[in-house]
């Protein structure tokens, strides 16, 4: 398994991790990601789940439509500083 930081782009294959902050608010990253799958994430977010959004809980998303990725991770960060929300950064962690 090859595990990279990327630049701001959608993911190629494998999989994208993506963060939200505590209480399931996206990223700008999220919100991009989210766009670009259809609304993936705000859906998975909505539906009944032991995911709170949480510190460190993890929200699989398998097949996010119109993504090449094959498995979107969300994981919950209650640190708004890492990373940092005005950024630019469209993924945290890819892994192909």
């Known amino acids: 398994m090859k595990i990279s930081f990327?630049?701001?782009d959608l993911p190629s294959s494998g999989a994208v991790v993506v963060g939200i902050w505590e209480g399931k608010v996206l990223t700008p990253a999220a919100?991009?990601?989210d766009e670009a799958a259809g609304g993936a994430i705000t859906r998975a977010?909505?539906?009944p789940s032991r995911f709170n959004g949480k510190k460190d809980e993890l929200l699989p998303i398998v097949g996010p439509?119109?993504?090449?990725?094959?498995?979107m991770p969300v994981w919950a960060n209650p640190n708004r500083s890492i990373p940092d929300p005005s950024s630019n950064s469209a993924v945290?962690?890819?892994l192909t």
């Open 6 to 8: 990327t630049e701001p």
């Open 31 to 33: 919100r991009r990601l």
């Open 45 to 47: 977010l909505s539906a």
């Open 65 to 71: 439509a119109n993504l090449s990725a094959s498995r």
């Open 92 to 94: 945290i962690l890819s």
